[in-house]
């Protein structure tokens, strides 16, 4: 694949591509993730960018990262002054991605950097995104049927469409990369985003491949915070399903009133008497309003942390090397300050 983008080099989209991969307590991947990546794209005519954002790692990431930095000039570290989020941190990435293509990836080498080579054959076909779509995972039982259940389930009220079995692992235009960054919703689902600002994009299918090293962090809540984000980002279904129990609510309702007074004309010793029934209804209707305000309360939520208008993110430093032949930083202007006499008034 690399032969055939060097074969082609005269009529290339771009100079430059950017790797953006978000690094969370990843330190034991940290050199294998570079080497892998180096290999993969060894002989690509492009000038390479590797954007690694420690995501408030607690471990030694840091140092490995700065470590390659030092190793390799074309690696750019962006170190978080905490723990931002994995859908942050992708954000950050692009943020400081210089690339006319930017390519996104985990750094937990379940994405096959060599995919990347694919990647970037659409990109020279004329595809302004070009994203990998899971044809198989190697991940555990419940987790392969949540996925797919969640996706049929975003894909049936979502208000755009959203491919899937797709991640985040993907390759977007410059022109789409600086539409993407318009977006600063503090409540982020990448893959969505990419999905509503539209070009042309088309899909790339892979084997997933299982994690070499370490544990995965996206936990159970992450995953859950993350596809509510999808559906809360992305549809307001779940506010039409208010509506439309209350309407069922009501009707059940008119129902059983048309049932109790049938029973009282014709049979009324075949109408119970007592609080059972009164009781569980009111627990029912008590649950059902609970619910709803539940739902209400996810998007006022989403509502309020928008009007705050905080920063995305906060950044401790951004670690690059300058380019060669730059001049050299301008050293600070030692100001002395000289203490005046001060006389006093003379009198006349």
Do not use: C
Request: proline share 5%.
């Amino acid at each position: 694949m690399s032969q055939e983008l060097v074969a082609g080099e005269e009529h290339l989209r771009g100079t430059r591509v950017s790797f953006v991969l978000p690094f969370y307590n990843e330190g034991v991947n940290v050199g294998m993730v570079h080497e892998t990546l180096l290999e993969v794209t060894a002989g690509l005519p492009y000038d390479l960018e590797f954007v690694y954002v420690n995501d408030g790692s607690s471990d030694d990431t840091l140092p490995r990262l700065l470590a390659v930095k030092e190793a390799d000039p074309r690696v750019v570290v962006v170190n978080f002054s905490r723990n931002f989020g994995h859908q942050r941190a992708i954000t950050a990435g692009m943020d400081y991605a210089r690339g006319d293509a930017v390519i996104i990836m985990d750094s937990d080498l379940q994405d096959p950097p060599r995919v990347a080579l694919e990647l970037l054959a659409k990109w020279e076909e004329g595809f302004d995104v070009a994203y990998a779509q899971r044809r198989t995972r190697k991940d555990t039982l419940v987790k392969r049927v949540t996925a797919d259940a969640y996706y049929r389930m975003l894909e049936a009220v979502g208000d755009i469409k959203i491919p899937r079995n797709t991640g985040d692992f993907r390759l977007m235009d410059r022109k789409v990369v600086d539409e993407v960054k318009k977006y600063r919703e503090l409540d982020r689902y990448m893959r969505g985003i990419v999905s509503g600002v539209g070009f042309s994009q088309v899909g790339v299918l892979f084997d997933r491949d299982e994690r070499l090293h370490g544990e995965t962090h996206y936990t159970w809540r992450k995953m859950f915070k993350l596809a509510a984000d999808g559906i809360l980002g992305f549809s307001t279904f779940p506010l039409t399903i208010i509506s439309r129990i209350g309407y069922l609510m009501g009707l059940l309702a008119l129902l059983g009133i048309v049932w109790i007074v049938v029973g009282k004309l014709v049979n009324p010793e075949s109408v119970v008497q007592g609080w059972s029934f009164t009781i569980i209804t009111i627990l029912f209707v008590g649950g059902v309003q609970t619910v709803m305000l539940g739902i209400l309360g996810s998007y006022l939520g989403r509502i309020y942390r928008e009007v705050q208008d905080r920063p995305l993110y906060s950044v401790e430093g951004v670690y690059r090397t300058p380019p060669a032949g730059s001049p050299p930083a301008t050293p600070p202007v030692e100001v002395t300050v000289v203490p005046q006499e001060i006389r006093a008034p003379e009198h006349h």
